[in-house]
Structure formats: C-alpha cells, structure tokens
C-alpha cells in the first residue's frame, strides 16, 4: 500500500522540500483540496462537537482551529497547493494551542445565531451632515413651477429622501399606479420588496404630507408640481421620476442617486465624503437630535429594531408617522 493510502504520514515535493502530512483537513470523496467535511450550520456557526467527533485521526486533522483557518483561507480563494502549503504549516502544539479560543468563539457564533466568518459590517460615517444646509439650498429653488424639469426632479428627490428617511431603492420604486392623494398628502404603497421587507410583513407606506410653514421646502407643492410638469411627456411610465431628458423614460436607482449626490455638491457638502445613502443617517440623526420620538424615527425610515439605527444610522451631526416630516422640518429650519 502507497503511504498515501495508509494511516501513516503521507510526502508530497514542493519544490523539492517534502512536507509531512500535507493533508491536515482530512478529504472525502467528492470534496477537492482546500474543502472540509466538517461544515457549519445554515447560519454559518460551527458545530463544536461536530468538529470535534470528525477529528478523531491522529493527526487531530478538523480541529475547530484548523477548520476555522481552512474557511478563512477558502473566503479569500486559496485552494490546491498553495492551501496544502499553508495548511501544513500550522505543528500540532500551534493547533492545540489555538484550539481552545477557537472553540469559544464556534460556542459564541452558535449562540448569537452569527456567521463566524463574516465580517461584521462597519459604519461608513463617523459625523453626519446637518440638513439644514440642504434645507437652506432647496429653499432657493422656487417657485417650483419656474424651475426646469432638472431642477425640480433634483429638488424632490431630495425632498423626498430627507422627509420619508427612505433609501434610493425606495425611491426608485415609487409608482403612479399606487398613489393615494388626499388633500393634504400623497400616499405610495410599495409593491415590491425592498431591503427591510420581512416575510409576512405590511407593504412599506411613504407619506408625503403637505408643509403648510414653509412652501420652499413641501414635499407636497413639489410633487403636485412635478406632476404636472411631467403629465404630458411621461406618456404611459408609471414610475414617479423619469429623466428630464428625452425620451423621458424612468430612471435607475444610480441615476437617482447621482441626483441626489448632485445636491450635495451643490449645497456645499463635500460629495467625495458623504454619498447619496448618507441622506437617511442624516435626516434620522436630525430627527433624534430634535428629540422626535424614537417611535417615530424608526415607523418613518421603515425599521424594526431601534438597535439598527443607533449602530448605523444615528451619528453625531457635523455643523460643529403624521408628525414627524412637521416637526423635523420645524426644527431644521428654525
């Protein structure tokens, strides 16, 4: 029997130095190098006793140590050789050593429910910027209907995006053929699924309520605006935002956000640092700095756990429901 085939130490040349027991994760048919028969739940946490229970070889081949490295290794695409190299690289004191931490952490990702090799996500802003600066730009784009089609598509999409605390995506899917107006307010049920949709879980509603204090800066003067101005050339697009350029079709979610990047720039903020994303950190960090309810906040942007807003979203701001577009532009804007 070749040594390969045996129990014992197998040798493999790399360039011309032979390693003892290159196959530190322990193959099985079907699997290539660089993959392991040991593999974690669906969620992505490793079974402790699974690893364990598989790394009864002498060489302790799928220890949760040795296991955690090959996963790593395999995210960045390092398979064959190279991954056999490195794998064998690793003496039987180093995986003991490490094999107890390694343990804990499998133990602490199975119960949190968390994918133990995922980094977890980072927040893109440390500051955020004060909405009152756009405020003040989009006050000056008016009347609405002396505007050109650019310029007002500009100024609403912005609008929209400050007062509904809403992403480019929902944006995007604002749609005609589900649009409620009443005398004070327009009101989109989305169709679709957007990032924050649950199963089982209600339609996302945006409400766009009428700003009787300052028409300058209504999102409900805009629209009606908007609206006429594009009845006769939007011909039978559905979708609120079509390009003021012909022929006058809906735009993209890239295009939207270059929009409303193009407000930034143009209020004076610094476009290479803040993106069109950062309107909903920015209009959410106001409107909790105006001490509007949490409640409010989280029913208006859309999110279920108020956790998500104060990691991500809720950022200290750099100037050094039926309430909650009111009071937050009250008090930007006073």
Known sequence: ??????????????????????????????????????????????DASRASAASSS???????????????????????????????SWRSSSRKQYD??????AKFCQEQRVHMFLRPPKCRYSTIWDISIVLRYLRGLYPPQTLSLKMISLKLAM????????????????????????????????EDNVKQSKPGSKRLQVKLRQYLPDERVCVFNTLESYLAKTNEIRGNESRLFISYIKPNK?????????????VLFLSG??????????????????????????????????????????????????????????????????
């Open 159 to 190: 609008l929209i995006a400050i007062v509904s605390v809403q992403r480019v995506q929902t944006l995007h899917l604002l749609d005609l053929s589900s649009m409620q107006k009443t005398n004070n307010s327009f009101n989109f049920i989305i």
């Open 250 to 262: 809906r735009v993209s979610k890239d295009t939207l956000a270059g929009w409303v990047k193009k």
């Open 1 to 46: 029997m070749s040594p390969e085939g045996g129990h014992g130490q197998s040798h493999r040349n790399y360039g011309g130095a032979k390693l003892a027991d290159t196959t530190v994760v322990r193959q099985t048919p079907g699997f290539g190098r660089g993959q392991s028969e040991v593999a974690p739940g669906h969620d992505g946490s490793l």
């Open 269 to 334: 903020l610094d476009v290479k640092m803040f993106k069109a994303h950062s309107t909903r950190s920015a209009a959410a960090s106001a409107a909790n700095s105006f001490s509007i309810p949490v409640t409010d906040i989280l029913a208006t942007a859309g999110w279920l756990n108020e956790n998500t807003f104060a990691k991500f979203y809720n950022k200290p701001i750099d100037h050094a429901d039926a309430t909650f577009s009111t009071s937050l532009l009250n008090s930007a804007l006073t």
């Open 100 to 105: 107890v931490y390694i343990r804990r952490w």
């Open 58 to 88: 002498p060489q302790e081949s799928t220890t949760p140590c040795m296991f955690s490295i090959g996963e790593a290794l395999r995210k960045e695409g390092i398979t064959g050789d190279t991954f056999d190299v490195i794998m064998a």
